[in-house]
Every structure is written in C-alpha cells, then in structure tokens.
C-alpha cells in the first residue's frame, strides 16, 4: 500500500487540473455558485466544504504533501489575453505568483483579487494605475515597484487568445495522473501495486473514479462507517441487503450473502469458474488477473470489476434510500449496460453491438486483449 498515498495525489491532482480548466462544464459552474469565483474562475478556499472539496484544496495548495509546493511548481499560466488569469497569484509572469516574488507589494496592494487583463487596463507602467497602495511606500519598496514595473515592460496580451495552464511535466501540456504519479515516486517506480492499474481508467466518469478512490480509502458511507461518525445508533448498522450481518465495505460487496451472488453471476456470464476472494485487495487482484497479466487484460477486468462494485452501490443506495430492492438477475443486466458503454468508450475496436456483447462477452473481450 505505499504508492497509496502517491496515488491518491496524482488523481486529486487530476480533478484539480479540471476543476482549472474546464471552467465551461456543468460541475465547474455549479462548483462557483457553492464556492464563489475570482477572475472567472472557481475560488479554492481551505477548509471549507466537502471531504472532497476540501481535499481538492489542499492539493491545490500543497497543504501537508510530501513534497511541498510538487503541484504549483509544475505548472504555469499562458497568458492570452489575460481575461481568467489573476494577476498576483497565478505564474504567469516568470513561474513564479507575482505574490510570491514581491510578497510585500501584493500586501500593500488595494488590488487583490484581480486579472491581468484589468491589471493591464489600468496601466502597469512607471506612473500607472495598477501601483495603488494601503499607505505611502517606504524608498526601498519603491525599489521593488521598480524591478516588478520592468518585469511587466515586454509583456503584450493577445486579444481573443484564452488563457490556459501547462503542466510542465508531460509533452500534451495537460496534467496526466500518471505522469503526476512518476514524478511524485521518481525513483524505483513498482508498477505492481493495487493502485496502479486504476491509473489508466480514464475512461469511466469522474463519479465512478472518486467512488473508487473513496472505497480504497474506506469512506464510502457504509453503515460501519456512519456509526463511526454518530450519524447511526449502534443497533442500526444490519447490511441493507437484509441478509443479518453487519454493513462494512467488504461485507457488502464481496461476502454479502445476496450482493457477493452477484460475483457468481458474473463469472458465469463470462465463462470463468472461479472463487473470489472476500477481501477487497485480494479480490481485486484476483478479478482483474482472470485473463492473464497483460496491461490490456487487467484494464478491461478493472473496469469489469469497477462497473460490478457501482452498481451494487447504486443499488444499495436505492435500497437504502427508497427502499427499493433490484433483483440480482436486474443487476447483472444493469452491469453488462454500463461496461458495454464504459468499453465502447475505452477501445475504438471494441465495435461489437450490445444483444452480442451479451452473448458473447469473452469473445468480445478477446479483440481488444
Ligand atoms: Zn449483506
């Protein structure tokens, strides 16, 4: 388990990359209604929020990491025409915030929270707006005002070209988990870990990557779980399967006496005689090893496997929440669905249509293995 950690990182990172980036989608914007926006752009606040949210910030702002500062030291703003990129706190200028160079001045200045775009408009020369201060300067800040002012002397904005991060340590320019994940292990590199193939399933939708994330964690919202934190009694922890035991995470999705069926049922759909672990590490690696140790073989069990575990999920939150109970024959339906698309999506020559994907999940597979 000691990439764990690593792992854990690079993929927050990921989700703070498109948290960036992708300020266009659905979830970027509910995300500034909750949180607010600066510079057009989501605010990142410590401390407030979600688990989640509040996890995304600390990456963000490399609270308590390994290597201190590993995610703001690898990424830089191209400047285009300055609109969503924020003057003192984002490395546009020489990598480094302005914030960061000249502390002192960004204390003092009365303009924070601003772009470089309204920077710019408000002029950054020798006598220009931009150099508005709390109290009178001392000479020697005037000195820092100067070396700033000719930093700024060269740069010109391109008007209707946007603004965008680079991430300095892979050639696309995007964050890319694994490459986040190399850099924060450089040396010794063990692809062999439990973690490790979940690297590459990009493919599935980001909900079903945090959902993983948090069963690996164990802060999924079991019963166990939520008696831990006092939000149920003590006599209120049964398995919402009704099957008498406890709910714990390992119960529930690999010993339950009614979800642990629907592993049975899926071995048999794939022609696989096998008997799978109780454990959620063991079964893992059991499950996604069905087909042999190939990268692409563990790639298309993996999302087998992941697609099995939310769907139990989904289901026992139906239950939970609606009481509403899905026969196991439902689920298993429900799991050949969703990894027919989660694969389209994954594997151009995966071209196979769904009623034969049904019948012949092997054959399928063996394509694109
Ligand atoms: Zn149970």
């Known amino acids: 388990m000691k ?12 989700w703070v990359w498109r948290v960036m980036e992708e300020r266009e989608s659905l979830w970027n914007l509910v995300l500034r209604a909750k949180y607010g926006e600066v510079g057009g752009r989501v605010r990142f606040c410590d401390g407030v929020g979600s688990i989640w949210w509040r996890h995304i910030n600390q990456i963000r702002s490399d609270v308590g990491m390994v290597d201190s500062r590993w995610m703001v ?5 191209k400047v285009g ?15 480094v915030p302005l914030a960061v160079s000249f502390p002192r001045l960004f204390d003092l200045s009365i303009y924070k929270a601003v772009t470089v775009r309204e920077m710019f408009m ?14 009178r300067l001392f000479a020697w800040e005037e000195g820092l005002v100067g070396e700033c002012v000719e930093r700024l002397a060269n740069i010109v904005l391109q008007v209707h070209t946007d603004n965008r991060w680079v991430w300095k340590l892979h050639s696309s320019h995007c964050y890319t988990v694994h490459s986040a994940y190399s ?13 490790t193939q979940f690297l590459w399933i990009i493919t599935v939708p980001l909900k079903v990557n945090i959902f993983i994330w948090r069963l690996f964690l164990n802060r999924l919202a079991t019963k166990d779980n939520l008696y831990k934190r ?3 009694e003590a006599t209120n922890v049964a398995c919402t399967a009704l099957c008498g035991k406890e709910e714990e995470r390992d119960h529930l999705f690999f010993q339950c006496d009614h979800y642990g069926r629907l592993w049975l049922l899926i071995s048999n759909w794939l022609g696989i005689a096998t008997v799978l672990s109780g454990d959620l590490h063991t079964h893992v690696n059991q499950f996604c090893a069905l087909r042999g140790f190939s990268k692409n073989s563990r790639i298309a069990f993996t999302i087998i496997w992941i697609s099995v575990l939310f769907v139990i999920w989904k289901d026992r939150n139906r239950n939970f929440f609606q009481n509403h109970f899905g026969h196991l024959e439902a689920l298993l ?3 050949k669905l969703q990894t027919y698309w989660w694969l389209k999506a994954h594997y151009i020559l995966f071209t196979f249509d769904y009623p034969f994907w049904r019948q012949h ?9």
């Open 122 to 135: 408000l002029g950054w020369g020798v006598d220009g707006g931009v150099w508005r201060w709390r109290r």
């Open 73 to 77: 030291d690898n990424i830089v703003r």
């Open 3 to 14: 990439r764990l950690r690593e792992f854990n990182i690079s993929l927050l990172g990921k």
């Open 183 to 195: 850099y924060l292990t450089t040396v010794d590199i063990n692809i062999t870990e439990d973690f």
């Open 230 to 232: 006092n939000v149920l």
């Open 81 to 95: 025409d300055g609109c969503t990129t924020l003057f003192w706190e984002d490395p546009w200028l020489l990598e």
């Open 361 to 369: 999940p092997l054959r399928c597979l063996q394509t694109v293995l």
């Open 333 to 335: 339906e429900r799991v």
